[in-house]
């Protein structure tokens, strides 16, 4: 597929979007980024901000299967991989999927169950596979979780382990809209008290699984220069170098940064990543896979502001 084709149905799907959703530019290019590089995404934000309408609008615009997993601290990690039962009339014990065979899971608040339960997606997201009582099962290519979060220091919130943190290509902090969005929210969805049902807002899928598969092979095509590469590569290394991060992120997080910087090249047109890509998705790439220093907190630090800081301090290259 040609890069003008992969922007074209790019755009389509942004517009399909903001059919439904106002506002939320950043959020929808940085969903956008990680289904052309195979990675998923976590959404954090206060209640009410749209953040599972934009995961719902999202897969909305795709002819890929969906499913919505909300997450309680009562969920049970076969509520979600399933799991196998005995059928009396055969005898024989006959599986029963859970909602992660399909190819977009929405892990709507995933923060509200214990890490026991969050733990069941790690082999999922990682290898796009769920083993089952010893037998392992396929996901597919278009497998990808788009996750949405409270703040942590909400009350009835269990922190996501650093092993799951990692394996999500993004976190993306959704903040309240301006003034004119508001009031064009409430505008166009003012007359009801529930979440808008897409039916009422025409969406059409502009891509399906096959289309997909063969944007992801244009963007792996993207050039990406030994300048870049190791922009990328001292990026990371510097958050394992600084006083004020404990611990910093890993290589996966470099390779991930690489391939999402090619994705971000490919929906601006260009078949060569700019060190203006990498500088776009380091915070968002970045900002869940640092752990702080103990004191880092208490002089007024975040993962955030690290990270920035790390932006600043390493040498671009020309």
């Given amino acids: 597929m040609e890069l003008p084709t992969v922007r074209s149905i790019a755009n389509d799907l942004r ?27 976590l959404f954090e934000g206060v209640p009410g901000i749209a ?101 942590i220091e909400q009350e009835g919130t269990y922190p996501l382990p650093e092993a799951q943190l990692d ?45 997909l598969i063969a944007m992801r092979a244009a963007v792996a095509e993207i050039r990406v220069s030994d300048g870049i590469l190791h922009y990328i590569v001292d990026l990371v290394r510097a958050t394992r170098e600084r006083p004020s991060i404990a611990f910093g992120a890993s290589p996966r997080a470099a390779s991930m940064l690489t391939t999402a910087s090619r994705a971000l090249a490919a929906l601006n047109g260009r078949d060569f990543v700019l060190p203006d890509d990498v500088k776009k998705l380091a915070v968002p790439a970045l900002r869940h896979r640092i752990v702080l220093a103990p004191g880092a907190e208490i002089e007024g630090l975040t993962a955030e502001t690290c990270v920035r800081q790390i932006l600043e301090q390493v040498p671009v290259p020309r």
Wanted: proline content about 5%; glycine content about 8%.
């Fill in 167 to 211: 394996r999500f290509l993004f976190k993306v902090v959704v903040g309240y809209p301006s003034r004119d969005e508001e009031r064009e929210i409430v505008r166009r969805h003012g007359h009801r008290t529930a979440m808008p049902r897409l039916a009422d807002h025409d969406l059409r899928p502009v891509a399906d699984l096959a289309a």
């Fill in 51 to 151: 953040k599972t309408l934009l995961a719902r609008a999202f897969a909305g615009g795709l002819s890929l299967g969906f499913s919505r997993v909300q997450f309680t601290p009562d969920l049970m990690p076969g509520d979600i991989i399933g799991t196998n039962l005995f059928n009396f009339q055969t005898s024989t014990f006959t599986l029963t999927k859970g909602p992660i065979f399909t190819q977009l899971l929405l892990a709507d608040e995933i923060n509200r169950t214990p890490p026991k339960t969050q733990a069941a997606l790690l082999q999922a997201m990682q290898e796009r596979l769920v083993t089952i009582d010893g037998i392992t099962y396929e996901l597919g290519e278009g497998f990808m979780v788009i996750a949405t979060q409270n703040p």
């Fill in 15 to 41: 517009d399909q979007v903001h059919r439904v959703v106002v506002g939320q530019d950043a959020a929808i290019d940085l969903l956008l980024v990680a289904l052309l590089c195979e990675g998923h995404v």
